[in-house]
Each structure stands twice: as structure tokens, then as C-alpha cells.
């Protein structure tokens, strides 16, 4: 079956710091979704991709849709202490109404 | 984006018993999903609850120990039959279809600790 695999697994950054993890496949997918999970709470939507080479942004976030198909990433730019929390990409693809997630990537912002 | 709610948001439940999970929707979507993170994991999908019939079960999930109703565009539940402490875990609705086909929303999740 499909995977995703992300990394890094965890980061450990300091406030003001950028951030960039990826997510890539063993397949492709035809759209793309970025969520951030915060500790007791369900994952929360923050930027979707529909196209190949699609670059998308959402405030201090920016992700893009791979070339390929078979891979994501998303970057963070100037951190802030709300960022902490695991970021989850997602794949969908066509005649397949499931998503499949990556394994995730911890943020933890050092004091 | 779909606004989802859940209940109950966390229980504590013994062994051998049953828990049904509700998931509201606040506009009618196409499609509903269950999700279960066991602790320090990612989601892995239980099933897609289908309008009016019976529920696609991903492999390693079975409708006697999940068993789910969907009877409208809204709203659906999940059970969690017979459970032992192996069950506890997140379980999480998720729907899409509102505002955008392929876009997917998650409710807050469900807590569920076996004893």
C-alpha cells in the first residue's frame, strides 16, 4: 500500500527560526494537505495543493506540490511559540476518496 | 470550512463494554470518515461511513467490533464494542465535501481510555 513518509520526525528550533520539513511517496497523489495537531485537539487544515508544481501560501506559511507528484513540502517562516505542535501531510489520489497520512513531524520550539 | 463536533470528548470505560461516538456536522457533506491515533502515532482510517448503507471497512477493522451508522448527511456514529485497553486511543470524524471536494475536515477527537 501507500506510504508517506515525513521528515524530519521531530525538530527542535529556536523562536524566530525557520522550519522546513517534507513528505514524500512511494506513489502519486493528486492533491495534497498540510495539517498542524496541537496536544488534545484533531488535526487542523492548513494548506491544501491541487496541481503539480503548485506554491501556496497561507501568512508565514508556504507549501508546494512536488513536480513529481510523489512529494510535498512545507515551510515556516520566523517561528512563534503556537507553532509547536505535529504537522501532518496528506495524500489524495484519483478514484480513491481516502487520505493517507504521513507519519508526522514533531515541532518543539526551545525557550 | 465544515465546522465538526463530537461527543463524548473523552470517557474512561472497563473492559468489556461498549461506547458509541456521535459526530455532527454543520453542513451536509458528501462524505464521513472514522480515524483512530493510538498514542504517539498517526491516523489510520477505520472506515468511510456511508449515507444510508453499510460502512467501508479498511483492512484490519471489522463492523462487529466498529460497528457505524451514518442515517443522513450530518451525522454519524462509531462504536466501540467489547473494548479492552488495546482500544484506547483517539478516534476521530472527519468529513469533506464542504467547501471543496477534496478537502477534508477533522473534528477534536475522542479520548478513550480502557481500563
Known amino acids: 500500500g501507500q506510504q508517506l513518509n515525513q521528515s524530519p520526525q521531530s525538530m527542535f528550533i529556536q523562536e524566530g527560526e525557520d522550519v522546513s520539513m517534507n513528505c514524500t511517496s512511494s506513489?502519486?497523489?493528486?492533491?495534497w494537505l498540510w495539517y498542524k495537531q496541537d496536544p488534545g485537539e484533531g488535526p487542523v487544515l492548513l494548506i491544501a495543493l491541487y496541481k503539480a508544481g503548485e506554491l501556496t501560501s497561507n501568512g508565514r506559511l508556504t507549501a508546494q506540490f512536488g513536480i513529481t507528484r510523489k512529494d510535498s513540502f512545507l515551510n515556516i517562516s520566523a517561528s512563534i511559540p503556537s507553532d509547536v505542535g505535529i504537522y501532518f501531510c496528506a495524500g489524495h489520489d484519483f478514484g480513491n476518496e481516502k487520505l493517507t497520512f504521513g507519519t508526522g513531524t514533531r515541532l518543539t520550539i526551545i525557550p | 470550512s465544515a465546522v465538526i463536533s463530537q461527543k463524548p470528548s473523552r470517557d474512561i470505560c472497563q473492559r468489556g463494554t461498549s461506547l458509541t461516538i456521535q459526530c455532527q456536522v454543520d453542513s451536509q457533506v458528501t462524505m464521513m470518515f472514522w480515524y483512530r491515533q493510538q498514542p504517539g502515532q498517526s491516523l489510520t482510517l477505520i472506515a468511510t461511513?456511508?449515507?444510508?448503507?453499510?460502512?467501508?471497512?479498511e483492512s484490519g477493522f471489522v463492523i462487529d467490533k466498529f460497528p457505524i451508522s451514518r442515517p443522513n448527511l450530518t451525522f454519524s456514529t462509531l462504536t466501540v464494542s467489547n473494548m479492552s485497553p488495546e482500544d484506547s486511543s483517539i478516534y476521530l470524524c472527519?468529513?469533506?465535501?464542504?467547501?471543496?471536494?477534496?478537502?477534508?475536515?477533522f473534528g477534536p477527537g475522542t479520548r478513550l481510555l480502557v481500563l
Open positions: 472527519s468529513a469533506k465535501g464542504t467547501p471543496n471536494q477534496e478537502t477534508q475536515y
Open positions: 506513489s502519486i497523489f493528486n492533491t
Open positions: 461511513a456511508n449515507q444510508g448503507s453499510e460502512a467501508t471497512y
